[in-house]
DNA sequence: ACAATATCGTTCGGTAGCGAACGACATCGC
DNA sequence: GCGATGTCGTTCGCTACCGAACGATATTGT
């Protein structure tokens, strides 16, 4: 979303009210709700690409990739749906991320004993040491990312978004 | 991230506290912070999947080409350069935006008039048509996704991610 | 039993998305 | 006035990401 739209600059934030309001002229139109949506856009998209500058690239792992392995470092063995579901991704994704898991070592695919449907996913040693040594440093930055705010505020920002998170849960 | 993290549950949440500190047992690991950091992203996909699903669908449009769109609509012609950063997106993803939208007949490119190097892009008559046709819609569903909150929850929102990208802008 | 139905993971076509390398053009230093 | 340096947009290789279609396997109803 355009970067007017997440200044700190209050005349300018205004400023990109008004243009937007001078296009679409609408007495209804939620300018509020533009900018939280906005901006939980922008901030994701800017903590996603320093975390994998800054601490995944070196192990040449991808957002969706890293977040794989931890769910499978964490809960162990799953299978390949609850883990799409865990990492947020759709299957179709999974299927591609899983490829580039294995080909790296990192993980591996098993049949279910009894289900020849579905499909087990457990990680390797190699992959457990690889995120055993990735963690720390992320979550390190994970507290530089948001040292700006006090541990209410991080507590608050977790609250609204899981408040955003329900309701679209609910409302489709 | 997993889903565990951004769970209306106190108690699910604070077992998967317990599970991750298992694995990671680390005295100044931040639980916070990766709270933090998980729901601004599962909110962000969420929100995107959302629109995409919902609003821009029916029109063939990707959030990108959407955002690109709507910068043009309100700002006009653009030089690429400005465009991107403003889209939040990097020079070699916005030429294949661009492809997109150029092949759709929304936006049109042009040289720069005395600089060689530089490249104008303007939305065509359609473009402007399109947009002013998505825009409503749009905001409505922005307000259906912030209807949880209340209005200071959304300013307060928007000011928490702010503070955030503030950080990202300065620590790097 | 056994067809209808549901549920798996994969495939496919399309759109992003990044960083690095590249070639065209501009500008600066002298 | 012309090389060194900087700044454009594009290309390239790679990784994602989705929804729909698909084939294989399970389950359910009768």
């Given at each position: 979303m355009?970067?007017?739209f997440?200044?700190?600059?209050e005349?300018?934030?205004?400023?990109?009210?008004?243009d937007?309001?001078?296009v679409f002229i609408?007495?209804s139109f939620?300018?509020?709700a533009?900018?939280?949506?906005?901006?939980?856009?922008?901030?994701?998209t800017?903590?996603r690409?320093h975390?994998?500058?800054e601490?995944?690239?070196?192990?040449?792992?991808?957002?969706?990739a890293f977040?794989?392995l931890?769910?499978?470092?964490v809960?162990?063995?799953k299978?390949?749906?609850?883990?799409?579901?865990e990492?947020?991704?759709?299957?179709?994704?999974l299927?591609?991320?899983?490829n580039?898991?294995?080909?790296?070592?990192?993980v591996?695919?098993a049949e279910h004993?009894?289900?020849?449907r579905?499909?087990v996913?457990?990680?390797t040693?190699?992959g457990?040491?690889?995120?055993?040594?990735?963690?720390?440093?992320f979550?390190?930055?994970?507290?530089?990312?948001?040292?700006?705010?006090?541990?209410d505020d991080r507590?608050?920002?977790?609250?609204?978004?899981?408040?955003?998170?329900?309701?679209?849960d609910?409302e489709?």
């Open positions: 355009p970067g007017a997440s200044s700190d600059d005349v300018e934030l205004r400023q990109a009210e008004r937007v309001n001078a609408d007495e939620d300018f509020e533009l900018l939280a949506v906005s901006n939980v856009f922008r901030a994701a800017a903590v690409s975390m994998e500058r601490v995944l690239a070196r192990h040449q792992l991808g957002w969706s977040v794989v931890f769910v499978l470092r809960w162990g063995p299978q390949s749906n609850e883990l799409a579901s990492a947020g991704i759709t299957g179709g994704t299927t591609g991320v899983l580039t898991l294995e080909r790296r070592g990192l591996k695919r004993p009894t289900d020849g579905r499909l996913v457990s990680p040693a190699k457990r040491r690889t995120i055993d040594e990735i963690m720390p440093v979550n390190q930055h994970e507290a530089i990312v948001t040292s700006g705010l006090t541990g507590t608050q920002l977790a609250r609204l978004l899981r408040t955003v998170l329900r309701t679209l609910t489709v």
